[in-house]
């Protein structure tokens, strides 16, 4: 079945820097990738997504690339700020029955902030 | 947040009792999800359905069940809860021909 990686597990970066997280997926057949960002006890919140047809997407401060020969996708946040500090999941997404889609999801990546 | 509500958001219940969570959503969506969550294993599929009566298992669906008697509640059911099934269970639905998954509060579950 789908396995997504996802690193570093930890994150600190300084209010204004940019930050990187990496995820990679072993299933040929996921389609979409989305980002989600969790904070401290409060539900994922969708933050941006790709499809498989397309390399690269951006939305303000964060941007998202895919690469689908290597199996990766990487999520960008420019110019940080303190509220930028969460957890951060990626997933992958593979059709299942009648037009469902199942998210497998990374392990998590906790970016801290630091002003 | 698609207008999806969990319940209870907090139980405590004993080895071997029955559990049943609920999630309601008004917004219509066709696709309806339960994942847990646990420390080092980001969010996990248990069961999801793709219509009324209409169910199949995910990656962790042992000791869970599922119904869906109508478009806008989705139940999960732990049997005979077990230690290993403290988890955070959150709920996650899809409208028809989209892939973004929106998700509920969530519902913290201890099982002592």
């Known amino acids: 079945g789908e396995n997504v990686e996802q690193h570093p597990s930890t994150l600190s970066v300084q209010e204004g820097d940019s930050a990187v997280i990496k995820c990679t997926y072993s299933?040929?057949?996921?389609?979409?990738f989305p980002w989600y960002k969790q904070e401290l006890g409060k539900r994922p919140q969708l933050i941006i997504d790709?499809?498989?047809?397309?390399g690269e997407k951006k939305d303000q401060r964060i941007a998202v690339t895919l690469n689908k020969t290597a199996k990766h996708f990487s999520l960008h946040i420019t110019e940080t700020q303190p509220e930028d500090s969460a957890v951060y999941f990626c997933?992958?997404?593979?059709?299942?029955?009648?037009?469902?889609?199942?998210?497998?999801f990374g392990q998590g990546t906790r970016l801290t902030i630091n002003p | 947040d698609a207008g999806i509500t969990q319940s209870p958001r907090h139980k405590v219940t004993e080895t071997g009792t029955p559990v049943t969570l609920r999630c309601h959503q008004t917004?219509?969506?066709?696709?309806m999800y339960w994942y847990r969550q646990d420390p080092g294993h980001g969010l996990r599929l248990i069961h999801y359905?793709?219509?009324?009566?209409?169910?199949d298992k995910g990656e962790v669906s042992d000791g869970y069940s599922v119904s869906r008697s109508k478009t806008e509640d989705f139940l999960l059911t732990l049997e005979s809860a077990t230690s290993s099934q403290t988890s955070v269970y959150f709920c996650?639905?899809?409208?028809?021909?989209?892939?973004?998954?929106?998700f509920g509060p969530g519902t913290r579950l201890t099982v002592t």
């Open positions: 790709i499809r498989s047809n397309v």
């Open positions: 359905s793709y219509g009324v009566k209409d169910t």
């Open positions: 996650a639905t899809a409208r028809g021909g989209a892939y973004e998954q929106y």
């Open positions: 299933d040929s057949a996921s389609n979409y």
């Open positions: 917004e219509n969506h066709r696709y």
């Open positions: 997933a992958a997404s593979l059709p299942v029955n009648q037009g469902a889609q199942k998210l497998v």
